[in-house]
């Protein structure tokens, strides 16, 4: 066992790293002394490595972003450690209180997929939200469970015990998934709930996106959630949710646009829900969220933080499609513009 656990803590230290080194390679050629700093999401990291180079070579800014999670970006932000956070999680009330004129903008769009570890199992196994509910609750044990067994018709599944895998640290990417599970379960709502760290019925946990990738990838029977760009640098498989239309959808840029569509008219912080929609959108993939950037009103870098983000919102999207990142929809992008207008030196 030992052994076993210290190989998981090779492989996410390891995730880690190579994540915070992608974001801290920047071309600082054109280097004009402007740096840049920034904390939170794992979720993003992955394009904000991408964008890190592209934004330096631009203006010649030096981005340093530190992907420690949602929770710890939104405390970084707070206490004005960094000139920016990111989050997955719109921030509450009480946290843009404790923000002191802070403001979020939906810069990416992406999604959580459910990944497994069934050795001989296909990819795309279906799965539908009563019975993910059923399995981080702890009451569906094995692979060979009637419900996933009903929902796979034709497909051998053992008898293999489950594991389920969840995050350590507090966390985006568990809003969304237990947004979700909240969404499609009343008793999840009323027991666990939703939020960036619940306390979970069962299950064993990693710390960021890379940990719990790294646990899923070690255990054999293991099912957990992590953005769909890590569960690709991962390989590791993943399931098609079900949708409210009865379809199964994939995390894929088709399915994460679809959702995206079901909320156009952003509340008035900027935040927007597209989890589990209506059943009007088919194609839609259910565990879908936009992610934010944290900016403060009133900051002395003012100048540089909105050219970053709006670059970030516009000639950056592109980097996002092979990342499983959707391009903003046009009608984001005007309450973007629309909300960096509002950050002042």
């Not at 939170?40 to 999670?69: C, E, H, R």
């Not at 939104?74 to 209180?97: C, E, H, M, N």
């Not at 969840?166 to 666990?192: C, E, I, M, P, Q």
């Not at 957990?224 to 569960?231: H, I, L, P, T, W």
């Amino acid at each position: 066992m030992r052994k076993r656990e210290s190989v998981i803590a090779v492989i996410a230290i390891i995730a880690v790293a190579a994540v915070a080194a992608l974001v801290a390679g920047v071309a600082r050629g054109r280097s004009n002394g402007t740096v840049l700093s920034g904390a939170g999401s794992t979720f993003v990291a992955p394009l904000v490595a991408q964008w890190t180079p592209a934004i330096g070579k631009a203006y010649g800014y030096t981005v340093d972003y530190n992907p420690i999670g949602s929770g710890g970006g939104i405390q970084a932000i707070s206490t004005r450690q960094v000139d920016f956070g990111a989050s997955d999680a719109p921030l509450t009330k009480d946290q843009f209180a404790g923000c002191h004129g802070c403001i979020q903008i939906p810069w990416a769009l992406s999604a959580t997929s459910v990944v497994y570890n069934l050795p001989g199992a296909k990819s795309l196994l279906h799965v539908n939200g009563v019975t993910l509910e059923g399995i981080f609750s702890g009451r569906i044990t094995r692979w060979d469970d009637p419900a996933l067994r009903k929902l796979n018709p034709g497909v051998s599944l053992p008898s293999t015990r489950i594991t389920p895998v969840h995050r350590s640290d507090n966390s985006g990417t568990t809003y969304n998934f237990t947004d979700y599970l909240s969404s499609v379960s009343a008793a999840w709502k009323a027991k666990v709930g939703n939020g960036v760290a619940v306390s979970w019925p069962t299950g064993t946990s990693g710390r960021g996106s890379s940990g719990v990738a790294a646990q899923v990838s070690q255990t054999p029977g293991a099912i957990g959630y992590v953005d769909v760009a890590y569960a690709l640098a991962s390989h590791l498989k993943y399931f098609a949710v079900q949708n409210r239309a009865g379809r199964f959808t994939t995390p894929g840029l088709r399915g994460i646009l679809a959702a995206a569509t079901s909320d156009r008219k952003p509340a008035s912080d900027d935040s927007l829900s597209i989890v589990n929609p209506p059943g009007r959108f088919a194609s839609a993939y259910p565990i879908s969220t936009f992610t934010y950037v944290i900016a403060p009103r009133s900051t002395s870098k003012a100048p540089a933080l909105k050219r970053m983000i709006l670059w970030a919102v516009t000639k950056g999207q592109a980097f996002g499609p092979r990342l499983r990142f959707a391009p903003l929809p046009e009608s984001i992008l005007a309450v973007d513009r629309r909300a960096v207008a509002k950050i002042h030196a």
